[in-house]
Antibody, heavy 122, light 112 residues
Framework: EVQLLESGGGLVQPGGSLRLSCAAS????????MSWVRQAPGKGLEWVSA????????YYADSVKGRFTISRDNSKNTLYLQMNSLRAEDTAVYYC???????????????WGQGTLVTVSS | DIVMTQTPLSLSVTPGQPASISCKSS???????????LYWYLQKPGQPPQLLIY???NRFSGVPDRFSGSGSGTDFTLKISRVEAEDVGVYYC?????????FGQGTKVEIK
């Protein structure tokens, strides 16, 4: 059974930093691209970032480019999102998401984690 | 960016009756590999999204056969043949042919 468990969310001041983690199990982690998708309170879904299975390719939404860094540790089956220079508009639930296709650079989402809430406020 | 437009934005359905949601993309979602990268998700209240349909018309594992997807190019439809109480929530379409992946605004389905 595929399981994705996010952690690391919380309250942070504008301009601050936070690192999210996503522990994956139930599949061969290194074979699948992974993504982060966020959802502001009461709003729709917004793709944030993706990374290939090897970690060699990374992709970002313009809204976070230069501030967020996606990475992965395949030896630990863990995905990360380092978030710097946080803004109020980054407040959202952040979901970790798995790609449906093995060995794809990124092609979509089949499984989602439960999400972790990030609140940026003074 | 590819714009995804869903209609309607809300739907109130009597149990046992059909429902249909439209999703239109601003560009074709047909890839050179022959696949069309259009997904449908349902987000039940208080839960993360869950995959219903991938590549336009393929039901994901465990998804009841009352859900079906159709369409091509830029026009897509999700149909529920007989709505049940457990189908309430917000339905999203998503394109993943081009980064950034983009979602429709969501269609809220409630039971009458």
């Amino acid at each position: 059974e595929v399981q994705l468990l996010e952690s690391g969310g919380g309250l942070v001041q504008p301009g601050g930093s936070l690192r999210l983690s996503c522990a994956a199990s139930g599949f061969t982690f290194s074979s699948y691209a992974m993504s982060w998708v966020r959802q502001a309170p009461g709003k729709g879904l917004e793709w944030v970032s993706a990374i290939s299975g090897s970690g060699g390719s990374t992709y970002y939404a313009d809204s976070v480019k230069g501030r967020f860094t996606i990475s992965r540790d395949n030896s630990k089956n863990t995905l990360y999102l380092q978030m710097n220079s946080l803004r109020a508009e980054d407040t959202a639930v952040y979901y970790c998401a798995k790609d449906p296709q093995a060995y794809s650079s990124s092609s979509g989402v089949d499984y989602w984690g439960q999400g972790t809430l990030v609140t940026v406020s003074s | 960016d590819i714009v995804m437009t869903q209609t309607p934005l809300s739907l109130s359905v009597t149990p046992g009756q059909p429902a249909s949601i439209s999703c239109k993309s601003s560009q074709s979602l047909l890839h050179s590999d022959g696949k069309t990268y259009l997904y449908w998700y349902l987000q039940k209240p208080g839960q993360p999204p869950q995959l219903l349909i991938y590549e336009v018309s393929n039901r994901f594992s465990g998804v009841p056969d009352r859900f079906s997807g159709s369409g091509s190019g830029t026009d897509f439809t999700l149909k529920i043949s007989r709505v049940e109480a457990e189908d309430v929530g917000v339905y999203y379409c998503m394109q993943s042919i081009q980064l950034p992946w983009t979602f429709g605004q969501g269609t809220k389905v409630e039971i009458k």
